[in-house]
């Protein structure tokens, strides 16, 4: 594939007062951690709808792109993209599939080897597949002065593809906003609408229709 995109969705979400000390930004920190493994254990498929602009150094303006993300428990997720892109990435727990739609090109992995495919990962949600230890123990997050905002950053060992990642929550602790710095400088920001829960949706949703 000659062109790699850039886009990623995070599914860690806290509401933490402008007052707060460090210990009690850490116990908010946990208190909606668990909040939110639960809700994603509920085996109900969570969904939004996104807007996007991305700078990329190679090209001119922001890529402005828009589309639906799917995600269930522990690693399944669908994302649907188009606009200055046009691509499906399909993920059901053991294999990756990315559809371009642009270069009428499909692209498939085992999920165990993305270790290895940084540009791909960048597609895909940050943290998806790991337990709440590993979250933990790999990434740091903190609460900003500014209300609502919180910075991750992964530890130095771990191999991720974005240096640090900013994210804003509602009141219910909904991300509504997302943004994304990679190492070379580039960015993708991303507005998060309409979430939702569904039930009764198969396993075959987050592959292809082909397969």
């Not at 009690?24 to 709808?49: G, P, T, Y």
């Not at 540009?119 to 500014?146: A, C, F, H, K, W």
């Not at 209300?147 to 509602?170: C, D, G, H």
């Amino acid at each position: 594939m000659n062109t790699i995109r850039m886009t990623s969705l995070l599914i860690i979400m806290a509401v933490i007062p402008f007052s707060l000390t460090a210990s009690d930004r850490n116990s908010e920190v946990d208190a909606l951690l668990n909040k939110w493994e639960k809700r994603f254990r509920q085996k109900k498929v969570i969904s939004c709808s996104l807007f996007q602009k991305k700078k990329i150094r190679q090209l001119a303006g922001e890529t402005v792109l828009e589309g639906k993300l799917y995600l269930k428990y522990p690693r399944f997720f669908r994302l649907e993209i188009r606009g200055d892109e046009n691509y499906d990435l399909y993920c059901d727990g053991e294999t990756v599939t990315l559809e371009d739609h642009d270069l009428e090109e499909t692209e498939v992995y085992r999920f165990e080897d993305l270790g290895t495919k940084q540009e791909l990962r960048q597609l895909m949600p940050p943290l998806l597949g790991q337990s709440r230890d590993e979250v933990e123990r790999n990434y740091t997050i903190i609460s900003l002065p500014e209300k609502n905002l919180f910075k991750v950053t992964p530890a130095a060992a771990v191999s991720q593809p974005f240096k640090e990642l900013y994210f804003k929550v509602t009141s219910l602790g909904k991300i509504k906003w997302m943004r994304i710095a990679y190492p070379n400088g580039d960015w993708t920001e991303t507005t998060f609408k309409n979430w939702q829960q569904s039930a009764g949706i198969s396993d075959d949703f987050f592959r292809p229709a082909n397969q």
